[in-house]
């Protein structure tokens, strides 16, 4: 349930739009399902017009590794989707502000100045066990996406390079300590993070790395599918930014292999394939990134931050009650099935 005192905050950057209205009914759950962007994201009515609204604090990610946004990336973003829109890419429209900008900024009762972001709003449903069908669509819309970023150059995104933030984290877990560890799983975890910076040194961009493209977040719950199972619209911006086909692959692979919901570990080959073929990835993708794409899909599963987080609680757990070295055990072994199961997709 949305907080009753949001209202008025949502109700100040509606009006930040230039929009006049006579009713504003607020949907009663956040679409915020998780994330810690600190964003606060809503479904509403405007006079019976329903729309997507998203109000960005100043202090995003506050408490993450992840990068936090700027006027300046938000503005190119949302430049983006206007121009994935151009080209029949079925982005969500935003809602022009008075002004010539393409968001505008409200102060709250506490001073806190918010970013305001309005779209209209888009049905569908999301497909979170994937089939042929979807995972094929998938890699005809990516394929879309990336070629359209090489045909307009008027975008300034920095390139975002994921084996940083791999790094990084492989460093905040190796400085933990491993003393009241018992032996076994002492060096499962050290043979765990050796892997891991394996991954991480066979993965990093090369002067051979595929072209950089601009891409955007197509994982299963920003994606809207219509009753005849046809993509119907893209509904977050957050993520467009510069990257290269391989690190985008690996990630779209990882989402649309999975069988089951999106929580599942269980994937499938013939999906991952059927994604590759319809993005028509022997276009792109020459030999030597393949060794790149295994150790980035791996990564994605294996490394990312949810298995950090995790890693860093059953530890912190341990630290109370050395019983609970036996869930960091066993979690350390699931992840090395998924990883196994992953680069298996490529074979």
């Not at 893209?234 to 690190?247: C, F, K, L, P, S």
Request: aromatic share 10%; net charge negative; charged share 20%.
């Amino acid at each position: 349930m949305y907080p009753r005192n949001d209202y008025p905050l949502i109700e100040q950057a509606v009006k930040s739009f230039g929009l006049v209205f006579h009713s504003l009914k607020v949907a009663p759950n956040t679409l915020t399902t998780h994330g810690k962007h600190g964003d606060k994201h809503y479904k509403i009515s405007i006079d019976g017009l329903l729309y997507s609204i998203r109000l960005l604090p100043e202090q995003r990610y506050a408490e993450s590794a992840l990068s936090h946004s700027t006027p300046d990336l938000l503005t190119e973003q949302l430049r983006y989707t206007d121009y994935l829109r151009a080209h029949d890419i079925p982005f969500m429209e935003r809602v022009q502000p008075i002004h010539e900008g393409l968001f505008t900024t409200i102060r709250d009762s506490t001073g806190q100045e918010w970013t305001c972001c309005l779209f209209h709003w888009l049905d569908g449903h999301h497909v979170t066990a994937n089939t042929m069908h979807s995972a094929a669509q998938i890699g005809t819309l990516a394929r879309q996406v990336h070629d359209l970023s090489h045909n307009y150059q008027a975008f300034h995104f920095p390139y975002v390079d994921h084996t940083i933030a791999y790094q990084r984290w492989f460093h905040d877990l190796q400085e933990l300590s491993f003393s009241s560890m018992p032996e076994s799983v002492r060096d499962s975890f050290q043979d765990y993070l050796s892997l891991v910076q394996q991954k991480i040194d066979t993965a990093r961009p090369t002067n051979h790395s595929s072209q950089s493209v601009i891409s955007t977040d197509l994982n299963s719950l920003n994606i809207l599918w219509n009753p005849d199972q046809q993509i119907v619209g893209i509904v977050d911006h957050e993520h467009i930014g510069a990257t290269d086909r391989v690190q985008d692959l690996a990630w779209l692979i990882k989402w649309y292999a999975r069988t089951e919901s999106i929580a599942s570990h269980d994937v499938s080959g013939h999906l991952a394939k059927s994604l590759l073929a319809h993005y028509n990835a022997p276009t792109v993708l020459v030999p030597k990134d393949d060794p790149r794409l295994a150790s980035l899909l791996w990564l994605s599963g294996c490394f990312n931050l949810h298995f950090v987080e995790r890693t860093k609680h059953f530890l912190q757990e341990a630290g109370q009650d050395s019983e609970q070295y036996s869930s960091l055990q066993l979690h350390l072994e699931t992840y090395r099935l998924r990883g196994e199961r992953l680069t298996g997709l490529l074979s």
